[in-house]
Nanobody
Framework: QVQLEESGGGSVQAGDSLRLSCVAS????????AAWFRQAPGNQREGIVS??????????ADSVKGRFTFSRDIAKGTHTLFLQMDSLKPEDTAMYYC????????????????????WGQGTQVTVSS
């Protein structure tokens, strides 16, 4: 089992940057895929990036491609997932969640919420114009 805790959200102006963090504890070595999702009020949860821990392949949603960057740090048994968000826009305003699953291989559904087993509580990002 994996426990996830996000941090780093806040209120910024359009064009600013934020870096979100997600600390994975419990049994992070079992993580197969890691992802970031976001959900704005009244909207469905949107997958924005998925990372394959074995191949280190990263997939981005078109809405964030070129502006957001996923990275990972493994140190002393602690796995931390990062989401660097640059050139933020008001439409990026949402609650951001990290999520993982233990799968070895996924053919599709990389950015679907139903593909992930473990979720953090979320961190709020608000971008004003």
């Amino acid at each position: 089992q994996v426990q996830l805790e996000e941090s780093g959200g806040g209120s910024v102006q359009a064009g600013d940057s934020l870096r979100l963090s997600c600390v994975a504890s419990g049994n992070p070595a079992t993580i197969g895929y890691a992802a970031w999702f976001r959900q704005a009020p009244g909207n469905q949860r949107e997958g924005i990036v998925s990372f394959n821990t074995r191949t280190t392949t990263t997939v981005y949603a078109d809405s964030v491609k070129g502006r957001f960057t996923f990275s990972r740090d493994i140190a002393k048994g602690t796995h931390t997932l990062f989401l660097q968000m640059d050139s933020l826009k008001p439409e990026d305003t949402a609650m951001y969640y990290c999520a993982t699953n233990p799968r070895v291989r996924m053919v599709d559904g990389l950015l679907l919420p139903t593909s992930y087993n473990y979720w953090g509580q979320g961190t709020q990002v608000t971008v004003s114009s």
